[in-house]
């Protein structure tokens, strides 16, 4: 009898303390995300997909600190400046570091779920130079053989990070088995856009030039359309803010370079704004402006224009959207309102047309 009491009272003991144990595996039913930003862009910080959204406040030293009750899948980050996608998952205990000077260059990740997330974070990264800037204006041959070698490329990154979220890896190789008929839908998606981005551009084509007089110029003093007059313009519009105008900055300097001497000039035009900058300050942009064509060292004559999107320059030639490329002629009328990117092999095709 004594003996079955202490038998009992053993297996109550061991039932105890392997319910003890379960609940200490027991997964959180949140994601605890914390973190530190350098150079903040923002009090605050938001997570957010179609369905949920919280803003999580950032101190004063850039660090954070929140629990979020999520469904598992991705998120957008968005710190006031810039953003980046999460992975989020309750259980994770994830911790971000960031230096928003270098945004996606420095994103990293530690802690439970970090794997995961960093795998996103440098997919992010690659895909800046993995894709040629102007991809859709290549010939369908040359396309096809271009996309191929991408997709080789997408396919050994991602099974160089097997032992990411089983969920996402599905969906990111579900992703890569369907980005070539993908990608073919877009390239002929595209052929009709700039079919009607011509159409909706064409009434400026040999028409005199929208002026710009009087543009804040880089090196100093200031600079007008006339002071080109007799040469070829070939007129980039950008911002700081905007990744696919920086991406460009490369193939124009390239540009620059072939055409030295020649009788066209090349002008980067700024409609910065305070986009992208603390306070969305006007004067940090300007700042910001300069601070880019010397880490970039970029070329040709760079202005900054008098009122953004609201000039009567970009207004005169309906730009609503950057980069905007435009090729205005010797005697000042427009050649292209729409002109090629510098990345397109058919800008060279137009220059050649024109003897430039």
Same mark, same amino acid.
């Given at each position: ?14 039932? #105890? #303390?392997?319910? /003890? ?33 919280? %803003? ?51 994103? %990293? ?13 440098? &997919? ?42 089983? #969920?996402?890896?599905? #969906? ?11 990608? +073919? ?18 009434? +400026?084509?040999? &028409? *005199? ?39 460009? /900055? ?35 942009? &300007? ?52 002109? *090629? ?12 047309? +024109?003897?430039?």
């Amino acid at each position: 009898m004594y003996h079955n009491y202490i038998n009992m009272k053993k297996t109550i003991l061991l039932l #105890a #303390a392997l319910g /003890i144990l379960a609940c200490k595996n027991e997964p959180n039913n949140f994601v605890t995300f914390s973190g530190k930003i350098i150079d903040k862009n923002s009090d605050e910080i938001v997570i957010s997909n179609d369905s949920y959204s919280k %803003t999580i406040k950032v101190n004063e030293d850039g660090t954070f600190s929140d629990t979020l009750n999520v469904a598992e899948g991705k998120y957008n980050f968005y710190d006031g400046g810039e953003s980046t996608t999460l992975f989020l998952k309750n259980g994770y205990e994830l911790i971000m570091d960031l230096d928003t000077k270098m945004f996606d260059e420095t994103i %990293t990740y530690s802690g439970i779920g970090s794997e995961t997330n960093n795998y996103l974070a440098k &997919k992010s990264l690659m895909q800046e130079t993995l894709y040629p800037p102007s991809l859709f204006d290549f010939e369908e041959e040359d396309f096809n053989t271009t996309i191929s070698d991408i997709n080789i490329k997408l396919n050994a990154f991602l099974e160089s990070y097997k032992t990411i979220d089983t #969920a996402l890896y599905s #969906a990111e190789k579900m992703a890569n088995d369907g980005f070539k008929e993908e990608m +073919l839908g877009f390239y002929a998606k595209q052929k009709e856009y700039a079919e009607k981005r011509a159409a909706q551009f064409s009434d +400026l084509t040999d &028409k *005199p030039s929208p002026d710009f007089v009087d543009y804040e110029n880089y090196k100093g003093g200031t600079t007008s359309l006339s002071d080109f007059k007799g040469k070829y313009v070939y007129v980039d519009v950008w911002a700081t803010w905007c990744g696919p105008c920086k991406a460009e /900055i490369p193939s124009l300097k390239e540009i620059e370079k072939s055409y030295h001497g020649k009788n066209i000039e090349f002008v980067s035009i700024s409609v910065d704004n305070g986009r992208g900058y603390k306070d969305k300050s006007f004067e940090a942009s &300007k700042e910001g402006w300069k601070a880019m064509i010397a880490e970039k060292e970029m070329g040709g004559t760079q202005l900054f224009a008098d009122k953004a999107w609201e000039s009567d320059f970009t207004k005169g030639y309906k730009v609503n959207s950057i980069p905007r490329f435009i090729l205005i002629g010797p005697d000042g009328t427009v050649v292209n309102p729409d002109a *090629p990117r510098p990345s397109s092999p058919k800008l060279i095709k137009l220059f050649n047309s +024109l003897e430039i």
